[in-house]
């Protein structure tokens, strides 16, 4: 299960950050690696760190993909995402992660679902 | 327009935040952002909300306290609009967590809302509640999202089931009622709602023993859903990489684990599809090997099926070879794991794994370093460690220290034989000497000792080795040890062995080691003081020697460490005056029981240790040797195969005591100051007792012996009880030590004469000596005994050099003061007395006793007299 994630840039800003388990404000600020419950995955996309933080039972490549699959839909949303696209729409970003993720699971793996969800959403606002 | 009121947009806000150039400026920004918004909220202003909240939800990602929002949350989650709920509810996960109270107040909306007739208004409540609800919240609401789970529409029947995943493990008492709409999700064919079904029967598996049993009745569906995705036709939607919906194929193999666990019939039914997946996967990208990992994992934990589980190990050993770092990585963990199934598997991978040690990244080597140590076994001991060793020249400092410690276990757990096992020592040690901790490196002091057929071999590849490699202290260390032992050996080529090239060293040349490696400036405090020693044993070995020998010793008696200045001064007293004991001072160790040597380790002090380093006391006194077995005992504390088998330095003390009551031959100081005149001996006897109280001598000895972990000098056996004390140099040994051979308590206590009195005795009486006690005790210390020796001489010659000594059982502790002179008058026409007093631990039980033996000289004749005092007064 995931329990967190993290979308920071190489200052260390934060981009986006979702709990799905609750941690003291403190922590949250806190960038750590070494955990004894739980790994961090993440992967870097040009100037931005996505860092998955799982379970240690759970399955590294899987996650790995998902995070892959994550920054596919977001390029595709965007149109050629970049850093200030996340930054700008951020609120939008939390939309499509709520797509995608629910719970700390996985809750769609089809990439044209979620953006024509999302796009139903829109057309609703 | 004042820029940072709420009407700027969120665009504005975010764009002046972000051209802050300070912290301080970014600061100034986000308050006045926040005043706004407060004061908008105060208003109750309602057409500004769904900006505020957009801006507040930004200030809170910047890390800034944004709980004055919260309140505003559960008003744009109560509003109609779906954009403000939209927004109310973003704001509601953002802002808030499960443990806020304030939680508490949406239950309520929710409710509404899952009953929404508008479907989104409904998924927006189920996110909602499947990313931050309480147990509370669960508890309440649980029915709805049962109710969900059947819900015609797709996206609100996946949402409702990842929703109900966080409500069991919330509350787990309700993980039944989820049991069947769950195993009905199996069946479904829309991928989203199959993957989040998969997940939230994997969870109440996990939570509930009747789920489980549930679900495994659904397995041969479960197999055949999984048959079909991994059969299946390319699905443009599904497809990564060419696999169609690899998280598919990932989460039904952790659900088939799940059930199999534990479970023979159950796995069974897996085993085909799970051949098929492991071996038709493709492995060329990361999708392909996230689901073969998957394979192997579930493989290795459901019930045995020895092909399946070499598939698996096979599969590792292919990503073993891998160029992604990840996938080496993965692997490595699992055949961790895999070592406790399997072992014989994963040997056929040890090239690999050991290839992998030389990887340049460092988590990698590390995993691999220690799965290598699991791998280890008597049959591929060699050529590991060769591999190994050869590795550790190349390796990098940070990592030498592990790599190191692990070569050196493995070498001392699994060498075949000895002169393999002195071998690679000796290769780690030129290597990495300076990595290799100090049970190491005595350990290997220990087993060379014991392989006498070895020691000149050892000898002469130390002298080898020292030649290239005398940066590595260790290596120094031993060096210098064995060249002082073994010196001879080294110069007269003993004991060649076919292997060995040819060398000859002479005198001069193992005398120039010992020099440089007490000379070169990185040589520690340890290094010098086994270099002082090693030159004195060689001084003895190499008598030709003896004056360069003298003259390196001298340079360091102006040494600012103690412990090398006392050294320094005392071997060459030795050597310049003592001849004579020399040669017996310093010969060949007695072989260190290496049973006994690990056993003692394992909890033992660290002198106990090190006292492996000091040369034995056999030292005899000038004096004429009778036979001296169990007194040779007595003495030797150093040894560590001293007779009682005993693991603790105190017990040497018992040893020391206990001993048979035999003669005490030819030694000087179990008890008994020694005030003979040899001049020799005064010097010595000045140096460590100089002034009184001269128990703080003894003190420092101990206490710098003890420091520096090295025992002195057999030297100071000659003298004075000291040496003894510094032998036993443990802690507890070595208060009842000083106490035994504390000769020199100034306040004698026989003058406190309040206690019962005892009858007088003649402790021993010849036609040449008689010998007096008189006993007195304190009052209120019935243990202790204070005892007046008087000795008078009945033959017409004077006795000079006169010299008392007693022992006593393991039971009583004895001390002696200086006698009132050593020279005796004749014909009774004066005394000597001296007073003793003995501490029995057994009052009451047991009465003192006492061996006593008496030298002196007469007529320019060395007289030994001995006997027995068992005539002490009951109750003593």
């Known amino acids: ?125 | 327009m004042n820029p940072f009121s709420s009407g700027t947009r969120l665009r504005d806000m975010i764009r002046a935040i972000r051209a802050c150039k300070t912290a301080a400026e970014e600061r100034a920004v986000v308050r006045k952002e926040c005043a706004a918004i407060r004061s908008s909220i105060n208003e109750n202003d309602h057409d500004y909300r769904h900006r505020n909240i957009a801006k507040l939800m930004f200030i809170h990602m910047l890390g800034y306290p944004t709980h004055f929002g919260q309140m505003e949350c559960l008003k744009l989650i109560a509003s109609a609009e779906f954009p403000e709920k939209r927004i109310g509810y973003l704001g509601l996960m953002l802002l808030l967590d499960e443990r806020q109270e304030v939680l508490m107040l949406v239950t309520n909306s929710l409710k509404q809302d899952l009953n929404h007739a508008n479907q989104y208004i409904v998924g927006l409540a189920l996110c909602a509640l499947g990313n931050i609800c309480s147990a509370e919240m669960a508890r309440d609401l649980a029915p709805e999202v049962e109710r969900l789970l059947q819900f015609r529409d797709p996206n609100t029947r996946k949402k409702a089931a990842l929703c109900a995943i966080r409500i069991i493990k919330k509350v787990p008492d309700l993980a039944e009622n989820f049991i069947n709409p769950a195993a009905a999700l199996l069946k479904e064919k829309h991928h989203g709602v199959l993957i989040t079904g998969v997940q939230l029967c994997t969870d109440l598996c996990k939570v509930s023993a009747e789920a489980l049993e549930y679900c495994r009745k659904c397995t041969g569906g479960l197999v055949r859903t999984l048959k079909d995705v991994a059969n299946s036709p390319y699905a443009p939607e599904y497809d990564i990489a060419g696999i169609t919906d690899p998280f598919l194929h990932i989460r039904l193999l952790r659900l088939l684990r799940v059930l199999g666990q534990g479970d023979a019939d159950v796995s069974d039914l897996m085993n085909d599809i799970l051949a098929q997946v492991a071996t038709k996967t493709e492995t060329n990208k990361n999708a392909g090997n996230a689901i073969l990992y998957e394979c192997v994992e579930t493989i290795m934990s459901i019930e045995d099926n020895g092909g399946l589980r070499v598939l698996a190990i096979n599969i590792l050993g292919r990503f073993l070879s891998n160029r992604d770092n990840n996938i080496r990585y993965v692997a490595l963990n699992m055949l961790m794991k895999a070592i406790t199934v399997d072992t014989q598997a994963v040997q056929r991978h040890r090239a690999t794994i050991v290839e992998c040690v030389k990887d340049s990244d460092a988590s990698i080597r590390k995993r691999a370093l220690e799965l290598v140590y699991l791998l280890v076994n008597e049959s591929n001991v060699k050529p590991l460690t060769k591999e190994l060793i050869e590795y550790l020249e190349r390796s990098d400092q940070e990592f030498k220290g592990d790599l190191t410690a692990k070569i050196c276990s493995i070498i001392a757990k699994f060498s075949p034989e000895k002169i393999w096992y002195i071998d690679q020592m000796l290769k780690v040690l030129s290597e990495a000497g300076n990595f290799v901790k100090d049970e190491v490196w005595h350990a290997l002091i220990v087993v060379i000792s014991n392989a006498s057929d070895l020691h000149g071999y050892t000898v002469r590849a130390l002298y080898r080795a020292f030649q290239t490699s005398a940066e590595q202290e260790t290596l120094v260390r031993v060096a210098v040890w064995c060249i002082g032992e073994y010196g001879d050996l080294l110069v007269k080529n003993v004991g060649v062995l076919d292997i060995e090239d040819p060398i000859t060293v002479t005198e001069s040349d193992a005398v120039d080691v010992v020099e440089v490696a007490i000379k070169h400036h990185t040589s520690d405090l340890t290094t010098k003081a086994m270099s002082l020693i090693a030159l004195l044993k060689l001084s003895s070995r190499f008598p030709s020697s003896s004056e360069r020998i003298q003259d390196i010793i001298i340079q360091n008696r102006g040494s600012l460490v103690l412990e090398l200045q006392q050294r320094s001064i005392e071997f060459n007293s030795v050597i310049e005056k003592h001849h004579n004991i020399r040669s017996a001072l310093v010969e060949r160790m007695p072989v260190l029981d290496e049973a006994t040597f690990i056993g003692r380790r394992a909890g033992s002090t660290p002198a106990t240790v090190s006292t492996s380093n000091g040369p034995s006391l056999n030292l005899p006194n000038g004096v004429t040797k009778p036979p001296a077995a169990p007194l040779v005992d007595l003495l030797d504390l150093s040894s560590d195969d001293a007779p009682a088998p005993s693991s603790s330095g105190a017990d040497f003390l018992q040893d020391l005591l206990g001993v048979d009551l035999s003669p005490a031959s030819k030694q000087p100081g179990i008890s008994g100051t020694n005030q003979a005149p040899r001049t020799g001996t005064d010097v010595l006897l000045d140096l460590l007792s100089i002034e009184t109280p001269p128990a703080s001598p003894i003190t420092d000895i101990l206490s710098s012996s003890q420091v520096y972990k090295s025992p002195h000098a057999s030297l100071e056996g000659l003298s004075s009880p000291s040496a003894l004390s510094t032998r036993a140099a443990t802690p507890a040994g070595a208060a009842p030590m000083m106490d035994l051979l504390d000769g020199f308590v100034p306040n004698s206590p026989i003058s406190e004469d309040n206690g019962p009195v005892y009858p007088s005795i003649v402790a021993f009486e010849s036609s040449s000596l008689r010998i007096m006690f008189n006993f007195s005790k304190a009052r209120g210390n019935p243990q202790t005994t204070s005892i007046q020796a008087t000795f008078t001489n009945l033959s017409p010659n004077v006795y000079t050099d006169f010299i008392f000594q007693a022992a006593v059982p393991k039971f009583l502790q004895l001390h002696l003061d200086p006698a009132s002179s050593n020279t005796l008058p004749a014909g009774g026409n004066g005394s000597i007395t001296q007073n003793l007093r003995v501490i029995n631990s057994q009052h009451g039980k047991k009465s003192l006793v006492m061996r006593m033996r008496i030298a002196y000289k007469s007529n320019d004749e060395d007289i030994l007299e001995e006997g027995q005092v068992s005539n002490f007064p009951r109750g003593l």
């Open chain 1, 1 to 125: 299960m995931i329990r967190f994630i993290l979308l920071q840039n190489r200052q260390g800003k934060t981009r986006l950050a979702k709990y799905y388990v609750p941690l003291e404000d403190s922590e949250k600020h806190k960038v750590e690696y070494e955990f004894r419950t739980h790994k961090v995955i993440y992967r870097r996309y040009a100037g931005l760190f996505f860092s998955l933080c799982v379970d240690i039972t759970d399955n590294e490549l899987a996650y790995l993909e998902c995070i892959h699959l994550f920054v596919e839909i977001l390029d595709h949303f965007f149109s050629n995402v970049c850093e200030l696209d996340l930054v700008f729409n951020f609120h939008k970003v939390y939309l499509i992660l709520d797509e995608f993720i629910l719970a700390g699971e996985l809750q769609e793996t089809s990439k044209k679902a979620i953006i024509e969800r999302m796009g139903e959403l829109e057309k609703l606002e």
